[in-house]
C-alpha cells in the first residue's frame, strides 16, 4: 500500500527548511558557520532555570506543573507578559493573552485562521522562511508587501480577486527582520496600517526579535501604533506575536499571541485541538526566570550580540569586493548580503563549503516566489570575534574568486 498515494493535496507544498537541512552538513570539522540563526547557547541562564523548575516540581506546585492545563496557558505567565506588553503601551487583559508552543505556532495557526485556498497573504521580499512554510499548507497565492505605499490598496484588492481570493493579511518582522535584520521604520508601519484598513485585512506582527535593539530610537510596535489610533486593543486589526526563544530559551518552546478577544478565543479552539495546551512546567519556569531576571539577562545578551554585530560589519567593510552590499541592522541576529547579479548564494555556498568551509544561508528560499538568487544571510549570534573576523575573509576570498 502506497499511503502516500492518499495524502491530502496540501502536502505537495510543505517543503523542508533549507536552514535545517544545511545545518546537517555542519558537523564537518572545522566548518565556520554563519547559517544558524540560533541564540549562543552559553548565554541561556542555566542555573536560574535549574532553580525554577525545581521549585515548579516542589511538593507545593508539582500537581499543577504535571497536570493538564487550560488552553490558553499559564495565567502568571500571561499576567507578566500583559506587564510587558504595557511598557510597550500596549495595555492589555491576559483574555487578550494566548501562550503557544513557540511564536512558529501562532504563525501556523494564524494561516489556519485566515487562509483559505487561493486568498493573498502580503509578505515581505524577502521574508522570514519559516512564515512561508506555516502558511504553504494552506494554500495563499503570495503578494510583495511593500512598506512605503508604492502599490496601491486597490492593486493588491485587484490582483487577489484575478488569483481567486482576497488578500487576508499582510505579516512582516517590523524590528531587525530575519532574514535582511532591517527594521521598518515609524511611517513604513503606519503605510501596513493604512493599507490593512483600505484591504479590511488583518496585519501579523512577528516581533521575534523586538527585544534585541543594540542601538538606535525604538520604534512603536505597529499594534502600539494601531491602538494609539482606535483607543481600544477589540478594535484593532493587528495581531503581535512574541517569544522567548531568541531572549531566555528556544528549547522550551513558548511563544505568545496578543489580539483582540475573538481572534484568541478562535485561536484558542485551534490549541485545543492541536495539543490541548503548551507544556505547563516549562511556562511555569519561563515565569520564574522571566519575573527574576528578565530585563538583566536581555542586556547581557545585547551586550554580546551587539559586539558580535560590530565586528561583522568591521569584517565585511574590510574583506568584501566592490559590488557586494549589505545591511546594518540596529538590532537581532542578521546581516543580508546581496550580490552581484550574476551570481547565485546556492552555487556560491557550494564553493565556500569545499574551499574554504564557511557556510551561510543562501537567500532565494526567503523569497515566496524563489526569484532572487543574488543574496545571501549571515548570522552573528553564535560566532566568536575571531570566528567572524576569519570567517568573513574567507567568504571574501571566495565571493572575489567567483565574481
Not at 18 to 45: N, V, W, Y
Not at 72 to 91: C, F, N, S, T
Not at 246 to 255: A, E
Request: proline share 5%; net charge negative; glycine share 8%.
Amino acid at each position: 500500500m502506497a499511503l502516500q498515494q492518499m495524502f491530502a493535496g496540501r502536502t505537495e507544498r510543505m517543503k523542508a527548511s533549507e536552514i535545517r537541512e544545511l545545518l546537517k552538513l555542519l558537523d564537518q570539522p572545522g566548518i565556520t558557520s554563519f547559517a544558524g540563526g540560533i541564540p549562543d547557547p552559553d548565554l541561556f541562564p542555566a542555573d536560574a532555570f535549574t532553580d525554577a523548575f525545581a521549585q515548579a516540581l516542589s511538593p507545593k506546585t508539582q500537581s499543577v506543573a504535571l497536570q493538564y492545563s487550560v488552553s490558553e496557558g499559564y495565567l502568571p505567565l500571561r499576567k507578566w507578559i500583559a506587564g510587558q506588553m504595557a511598557k510597550i503601551d500596549v495595555p492589555c487583559d491576559p483574555e487578550n493573552i494566548l501562550i503557544t508552543s513557540g511564536s512558529q505556532q501562532a504563525l501556523d495557526y494564524l494561516g489556519k485562521l485566515f487562509l483559505s485556498p487561493q486568498d493573498t497573504a502580503l509578505v515581505g521580499w524577502p521574508t522570514y522562511m519559516g512564515a512561508l512554510g506555516a502558511f504553504n499548507p494552506y494554500e495563499p497565492v503570495y503578494g510583495q508587501l511593500s512598506v512605503n505605499g508604492n502599490r496601491s490598496a486597490e492593486d493588491h484588492a485587484a490582483q487577489a480577486k484575478a488569483d481567486g481570493g482576497r488578500v487576508k493579511f499582510a505579516y512582516l518582522s517590523a524590528d531587525f527582520a530575519n532574514p535582511t535584520g532591517e527594521t521598518v521604520d515609524q511611517r513604513g508601519r503606519e503605510s501596513v496600517l493604512e493599507l490593512a484598513e483600505a484591504l479590511d485585512c488583518a496585519v501579523i506582527e512577528d516581533a521575534a526579535y523586538q527585544a534585541l535593539r543594540y542601538d538606535g530610537d525604538p520604534v512603536p510596535s505597529i499594534l502600539a501604533l494601531e491602538l494609539a489610533r482606535k483607543g481600544d486593543l477589540e478594535a484593532c486589526r493587528t495581531i503581535y506575536c512574541g517569544s522567548f526563544s531568541k531572549t531566555l530559551s528556544p528549547g522550551l518552546r513558548v511563544g505568545w499571541v496578543v489580539a483582540a478577544k475573538p481572534v484568541i478565543s478562535q485561536l484558542v479552539l485551534m490549541k485545543q485541538a492541536a495539543d490541548l495546551h503548551s507544556a505547563t512546567i516549562n511556562q511555569m519556569a519561563i515565569c520564574t526566570v522571566a519575573e527574576s531576571i528578565f530585563d538583566s539577562h536581555v542586556q547581557t545578551v545585547r551586550n554580546v550580540y551587539s559586539e558580535r554585530r560590530d565586528c561583522m560589519l568591521a569584517a565585511l567593510e574590510m574583506h568584501m569586493p566592490e559590488g557586494v552590499s549589505w545591511t546594518k541592522p540596529q538590532g537581532g541576529m542578521f546581516v543580508w548580503l546581496t550580490l552581484p547579479a550574476h551570481m547565485d548564494g546556492a552555487e556560491l555556498l557550494d564553493v565556500a563549503l569545499d574551499t574554504e568551509k564557511v557556510a551561510f544561508v543562501p537567500g532565494k528560499a526567503f523569497f515566496a516566489d524563489g526569484s532572487v538568487a543574488n543574496s545571501l544571510r549571515l548570522s552573528f549570534s553564535c560566532a566568536s570575534p575571531e570566528m567572524i573576523q576569519d570567517g568573513i575573509r574567507r567568504l571574501g576570498r571566495v565571493i572575489r574568486a567567483t565574481m
